[in-house]
């Protein structure tokens, strides 16, 4: 076991984790490490959603998720003006394809305005159908602001710039057990008898630090309590399938393609959208997972699913919308669900103009009311950050959550 003491843990090596490291030092001079459980950056929520900056809309005016997605993304495209790294502005159509959505549409518009949005423009169907010419809509919202890019590589250039202020990264270490480093432990290890700093430890290897950050996504409620916080809610895993259009029928998408989304659930529903190294994905459905990195039917946890059973929350949000789940299942098993969805928007994608093409898992706090937890949590305990809540848009407003969980840090840890 290493002696060395490091002043903070950062657990988890996601675009969060690895902003907020980026973020505590420019501005600290200390001893951090980020703690990566995979063999590599950015392996499950940051490296497999679908690449899109967010504009803002959609998100409660003031809320974190607001405040931190319009900042957060105009810090990221000038990021990547300045790193060099890919990216386009392409902007993005939310369509309503029916009477009864337009209220709904008005509300989005609203939430934009609200939020700052400078780059949108109501337009007609006929209007829309000058942009999307395949596109099916009775009324349509252009969002300039959208963008797409590869967020697996602004997390590299961010562990570029942490390594370059004196952080380290360790890969393969996967949390099993942490502790306070009480006087007998601590005493025994040989680092004095007067330490409380916390032991981090994974398969044989132990690292000690004063003060912890939890960015553990799909693992950050069992880190949380494994460092005797409550966190207060569970992490329940939603898989998002893909499908990817055939090259023949790329034509048939020009800019991101939305639908007006279901006010009741934190998804946006299937969608198009482009992707920064060509190609066109659609979806994501959001079908409950059989594991916390459950990327496929085949991937089952027993603890995870028995994690489930026992939590009195999840029996709420599934006695509200057993429905919905079971419209999910169908249209992760059923291709042909899933295309009726994707003709929605646009009515000539067919059968055999799709092919599968990856997934991802969303870690989704849901409270013990059964509600699925809508914005960013972010709690503080004595020497302990938990970054409880961030699906989507943390990746567009990692820069500013970086920022946010720093100034949290300096205040929290005491940091000289």
Known sequence: MSREVYDIAVIGGGIVGVSTARAILSGQNCRLVVLEAEDRLAAHQTGNNSGVIHSGLYYKPGSLKARNCVSGR???YAYCEEKGIPYDRCG??????????????DELEKRGRANGLQGMKRMS???????????????ALLVRETGIMDFTAVTEAFAGDVRARGGE?????????????????AAQAGFGRDSSDFVVWSEGREIRAKNIINCA???????????????GVQIV????????????????????????PDPRFPFLGVHFTRMIGGGIEAGPNAVLALKREGYS?????LNDMLTYATYGGFWKMAAKFWNTGFAEVHRSLSKKAFVRALQGLVPEVGFDDVTRCGAGVRAQALGPDGKLIDDFRIV????MIHVLNAPSPAATSSISIGETIAAMAHRNFRLN
């Open 380 to 383: 503080e305990d004595a020497n």
């Open 169 to 185: 990264t360790v890969f393969g270490f996967r949390v099993s057990g942490l502790r306070r480093a009480g006087a007998a432990t």
């Open 297 to 301: 039917w085949r991937d089952i946890s």
């Open 237 to 260: 895993p939603f898989r998002g399938e893909y499908y990817e259009l055939t090259e023949e029928k790329r034509y048939l998408v020009k800019h991101l393609i939305y639908p007006v």
């Open 125 to 139: 169907a006929e209007e829309a159908r000058e942009r999307e010419p395949h596109v099916a809509c009775v009324d």
């Open 92 to 105: 993005k159509i939310v369509v309503a394809t029916s009477p009864e959505e337009i209220p709904r549409l």
């Open 74 to 76: 105009d810090a990221l």
């Open 217 to 231: 996504g799909l693992q950050c409620d069992r880190i949380a309590r494994l460092c005797g916080s409550d966190p």
